[in-house]
């Protein structure tokens, strides 16, 4: 073939394609002066590029599918994230905590409810079938047996069944559901027709994996089911030839059923059909699989931690892949608290549509963590910190230039307010950009003409009621400085650093305020007047660090006492555990019309 310049290979459409043909084609001599539209050589050329377009395509799709990042197929991102080590979470079953109450005949001294009794719950006019995930023993008194709180899964138990056939060299154990609960899965295998009936406990990794160790691994399959494997003798028991596979697990309907919270039995319990259910907490947790997008975002991350927790990141992410409930995650050494803790990790976790981590979540999410971390290092589980912002906007908008009234433009405001808030804070370690603010607030209508916004940070105090307590108050960040003194008498109008919602102590109605000299002092509020009482902490402006000594409460408004403070810069900084955040009952928005 004759060297060509005239082949360009950037655009890859058919017309490219075929005027590139036609571009070479011309280029030869024994093709000079040819019409290649007004002949059947066009029709050729059509089929050419149109073959060569195919190709194109189709290569560009492989190749887009070997690369986890461009994957566009759920199988792909799976075989990718497989090879990373890495599960996609599976649905996960709603779950909700009931006590069962079974009137019995006095014949039985204790009652058996075994795994997989199913119990069933109505969402409008959808039916769930919820199931317990084990035997649970009860007894009772005058006839009436009652069960300590126990927890119901939405979803009936399933089993697949497997013969292993070593002469199969392509055999595979793929589960039947795609919507499987993998917490739930227990795998038992029934060796020497049935003499020896083995329990295999799931493993995530190979470390302390012997050659007898009775484990599975799961991993994701095509048509979004899961797979399960053994060992191969070095690493994991081998199951022997024609040894029955059972494979017991939850199917579930995902997030469905959360909500439920009205359970009937669908029989009788240990024999008796006089049962009453209690609920205590209504289903809730229910998931449905990760998403492709999900699964893209953690499993490099899950791969670079390596199942150890060394660094922050490490923490973080062993923690939201493996606890889909959680929202989000703050870590932070001990060295970084006053005073040093060395030795220590402290976590805070956040958990979706909860105020504060139960115990028992504390407990499971520590003895999940403990063994990843290095040996000398302790994790300790904390409740998440809260710093609220309280904005005050002022805006002006002209009215030739909308049909919105004051009340609507008010409105929307709160509206761009409160998605600011939902989009760059409202988490761990972040930083609220006053500059963003105001332009989202600006954003809002193009009515708009401007907006004076001030916004201060909140601590919550819920303080002992008649006993004298000290309370230290950490706002994290340095605090203005150069407010002007505020005298022992002086109008409500003086601004200052800090201050807070009234309260009553000693019988007067009282709130707190520095004096801009590094003094906390409570003041008595008698109208629009303040009057010093007495010094009753310090302030220390460069770190935010309030100190209220000996303060005693009678009695406050609402369910905690706000401290306000001045921030020294105008963005907000969060940090060792504080999420912040921006609740609706701390924005007040004032509207001005104007003509222009």
């Known amino acids: 073939m004759a060297s060509n310049t005239s082949i360009n290979l950037v655009n890859l459409d058919f017309d490219s394609f075929k005027n590139q043909l036609k571009t070479y084609l011309k280029s030869q001599s024994v093709f000079q002066d040819y019409d290649f539209d007004g002949s059947n050589m066009s029709v050729l050329l059509d089929i050419l590029s149109y073959n060569t377009y195919l190709n194109a395509f189709y290569l560009n799709m492989i190749g887009n599918e070997m690369f986890l990042d461009s994957a566009q197929l759920r199988e792909s991102v799976i075989s990718r994230a497989k090879e990373l080590n890495y599960l996609p979470r599976s649905f996960k079953s709603a779950k909700a905590k009931v006590v069962i109450s079974v009137l019995t005949d006095g014949t039985k001294s204790t009652i058996t409810m075994p795994k997989g009794t199913t119990f069933t719950s109505r969402i409008g006019s959808n039916t769930f079938t919820f199931s317990t995930d084990q035997n649970i023993v009860f007894s009772g008194a005058n006839n009436t047996f009652v069960t300590d709180e126990i927890t119901l899964y939405e979803g009936p138990y399933v089993n697949d069944t497997f013969t292993m056939n070593y002469s199969d060299t392509r055999q595979r154990f793929i589960l039947n559901n795609p919507t499987i609960d993998t917490d739930s899965l227990t795998v038992t295998v029934i060796e020497n027709n049935g003499t020896d009936v083995l329990t295999y406990l799931r493993a995530t990794s190979l470390f302390g ?20 494997l053994f060992g191969d003798g070095v690493i994991g028991r081998k199951p022997r030839d024609n040894a029955i596979i059972v494979c017991d697990y939850r199917i579930t309907k995902g997030e469905l059923p959360n909500g439920a919270f009205k359970f009937t039995t669908d029989g009788p319990i240990g024999g008796f059909s006089n049962v009453s259910i209690t609920t205590v907490t209504p289903a809730s947790q229910g998931l449905i699989s ?307």
Not at 215 to 225: H, L, P
Not at 478 to 492: R, T
């Open 209 to 228: 994996k012997q050659s007898n160790s009775q484990i599975y691994f799961v991993q994701g399959a095509e048509n979004e089911k899961y797979e399960i």
């Open 290 to 596: 990760e998403t492709i997008e999900s699964i893209k975002f953690n499993a490099p991350r899950y791969f670079t931690s390596q199942e150890r927790a060394i660094t922050a990141e490490d923490y973080k992410n062993l923690l939201m892949i493996n606890f889909p409930e959680i929202n989000a995650v703050s870590v932070y050494g001990g060295e970084e608290v006053s005073p040093p803790q060395f030795g220590k990790v402290y976590i805070a976790v956040d958990l979706k549509n909860v105020d504060g981590v139960p115990d028992i979540r504390k407990q499971q999410y520590y003895d999940f963590i403990k063994p990843r971390c290095s040996l000398s290092i302790d994790p300790v589980f904390i409740d998440p910190d809260f710093m609220y912002l309280d904005v005050e906007s002022i805006v002006r908008y002209n009215i030739n230039l909308t049909a919105l009234n004051t009340e609507s433009i008010k409105d929307s405001v709160l509206t761009s307010i409160m998605n600011f808030n939902d989009t760059y804070i409202d988490d761990f370690d972040v930083t609220m950009r006053y500059s963003g603010l105001v332009r989202a607030i600006d954003a809002t209508d193009r009515s708009i003409i401007s907006n004076d916004t001030t916004v201060r940070a909140i601590r919550t105090l819920i303080p002992n009621i008649a006993r004298e307590f000290d309370y230290d108050i950490n706002f994290q960040q340095a605090l203005q400085d150069n407010l002007a003194d505020l005298s022992p008498v002086h109008e409500a109008g003086f601004l200052s650093a800090i201050t807070s919602t009234t309260f009553i102590s000693g019988g007067k109605s009282v709130k707190l305020e520095d004096d801009g000299q590094g003094n906390l002092k409570l003041k008595a509020v008698e109208g629009s007047i303040h009057t010093d009482i007495n010094v009753i902490g310090t302030v220390e402006y460069s770190t935010g660090q309030v100190k209220i000594k000996k303060l005693k409460v009678d009695s406050y408004p609402g369910e905690f006492i706000k401290i306000y403070a001045r921030t020294k810069f105008k963005d907000i900084d969060s940090m060792f555990g504080t999420i912040l955040s921006i609740r609706e009952q701390d924005v007040r928005i004032t509207v001005l019309p104007e003509r222009e």
